[in-house]
């Protein structure tokens, strides 16, 4: 059972920046696409980001321009970097890995 622990979120201020990261219990090169999620209640969850097998990014209209997925191998960390944040951005914000998905990070953009 993959292991997946979020963490990076909390409240910040429109415009601001954050970083979310996701620490995986095993290699990260063992997987094929990993990808940030978010949801807000009454919601379904979204599509973020995704980064595929060849290090391929894809974005959610949303947040293209904005936002950064990348990973650091050496920590097998899968990392979400959020720029100009907005209210809008506000979201429990989940890692996927394949078919595992972790616990979620609440991310609040307010004033």
């Known amino acids: 059972q993959v292991q997946l622990v979020e963490s990076g979120g909390g409240l910040v201020e429109p415009g601001w920046s954050r970083r979310l990261a996701c620490k995986t219990s095993?290699?990260?090169?063992?997987?094929?696409?990993m990808g940030w999620y978010r949801q807000v209640p009454g919601k379904e969850r979204e599509f973020v980001a995704s980064?595929?097998?060849?290090?391929?990014?894809n974005y959610s209209d949303s947040v293209k321009s904005r936002f950064t997925i990348f990973k650091d191998t050496r920590k097998n960390t899968l990392y979400l970097h959020m720029n100009l944040l907005e209210p809008e951005d506000t979201a429990v914000y989940f890692c996927?890995?394949?078919?595992?998905w972790g616990q979620g990070t609440q991310l609040t953009v307010s004033s």
């Open positions: 996927n890995v394949d078919v595992y």
């Open positions: 095993e290699s990260i090169w063992k997987f094929n696409t």
């Open positions: 980064l595929d097998g060849s290090d391929t990014a």
